[in-house]
């Protein structure tokens, strides 16, 4: 047994278009230019959304009530992925790439220095590596 797990989270992992317009976006793919995640509060009466942004993040709640599934609350082009995270007690990368990317890594305890674009994440995912 890894004792270094500190907790296990759910999360849904989603890709997206971004509605940012910069160059460096028209060369990601569709559909995989942002990435966010999303999660139930506990209790399960809350989403909890972490969004990050251009020039900031994002961090809200909406009630499952009025969004009684994730598909209910983001784009139906959306890709999404439901993750369940272990996070470890250890040290984060000092040096990175701060992007909506980080910041999905840094809530799944993500620690892999090369992943830089959401497609890459979403790779990394399917392949189980959340």
Known sequence: MDRTITKVED?????TDS???HWLLKRLRRSFQHVFAVK???GEKFWIIVNPLVAYTVV???P???YPDIW??????AVIVPVLAEIKEKERHTVCVFNCVEVVKSLLG????WLWTPYQLYKHLKKGGG
């Open 11 to 15: 999360y849904y992992i989603v890709f």
């Open 19 to 21: 509605t940012h317009d």
């Open 40 to 42: 139930k509060s506990p």
């Open 60 to 62: 809200e709640t909406v």
């Open 64 to 66: 499952v009530a009025q």
């Open 72 to 77: 209910a609350l983001v784009d139906p082009n």
């Open 110 to 113: 993500i620690r892999d220095f």
